[in-house]
């Protein structure tokens, strides 16, 4: 089985990239749905409630962006918890998807957090910062979070050095789906 694993800088396309070499018929590992997901959880929610002193439940992710908002180091706490879950996540996918040719895992702080190690190669979603901005607002996204994310990770330079394939995602679908196509055949 090849393991590809997708990163990129927030907003760039990981989603997309990997939906396209998937074509609905290799299994896609989202790091940003099992986090959705924890959201979701009973025992998530009361992990958060307790370590940012929270008094309700209710709308707990909202909550927590409001308190990065006044405070970027309340980013960290909150990966304290959700990091250990998305790759424990990560790994248990590593292991039920080795029927599969080709698995993909789309883990926007792949290189940051050191996973490098568990793919056969790695792709690198690389597009313009005001963009990704833009794409970000879109989503229902607020800028200064986004400004918050952006400088946790790393700097696409470092990044793009670790990668073995990148791929540039400035323009349509269409044209995202040309230079892909470039990079599978050289699979």
């Known amino acids: 089985m090849i393991k590809i694993g997708i990163?990129?800088?927030?907003?760039s396309g990981k989603s997309t990239v990997a939906n396209i070499i998937s074509k609905n018929k290799y299994p896609i590992f989202s790091a940003d749905k099992v986090v959705k997901n924890l959201y979701k959880?009973?025992?998530f929610i009361k992990k958060v409630k307790?370590?940012?002193?929270?008094?309700?439940?209710?709308?707990?992710?909202?909550?927590v962006k409001?308190?990065?908002?006044?405070d970027k180091n309340k980013l960290q706490k909150l990966e304290s918890i959700i990091h250990p879950l998305v790759r424990k996540e990560m790994n248990r996918s590593l292991k039920t998807k080795k029927n599969?040719?080709?698995s993909i895992f789309e883990i926007p702080l792949l290189i940051e957090?050191?996973?490098?190690k568990y793919f056969d190669i790695i792709l690198f979603v690389a597009a313009n910062e005001k963009i990704r901005l833009r794409r970000y607002i879109?989503?229902?996204?607020?800028?200064?979070?986004?400004?918050?994310?952006?400088?946790?990770q790393m700097s696409q330079k470092k990044k793009i050095k670790k990668s073995d394939f990148i791929i540039y995602n400035n323009r349509s679908v269409k044209n995202l789906k040309k230079r892909l196509d470039i990079i599978?055949?050289?699979l």
């Open 66 to 70: 409001n308190l990065i908002k006044k």
């Open 7 to 11: 990163t990129g800088s927030l907003a």
């Open 41 to 43: 959880k009973n025992f």
């Open 113 to 116: 957090g050191k996973l490098t």
């Open 50 to 63: 307790s370590k940012f002193k929270l008094k309700n439940s209710k709308n707990i992710k909202i909550q």
């Open 138 to 152: 879109q989503r229902g996204g607020n800028k200064k979070i986004f400004t918050i994310l952006n400088k946790r």
């Open 184 to 186: 599978l055949k050289r």
């Open 100 to 102: 599969f040719n080709i």
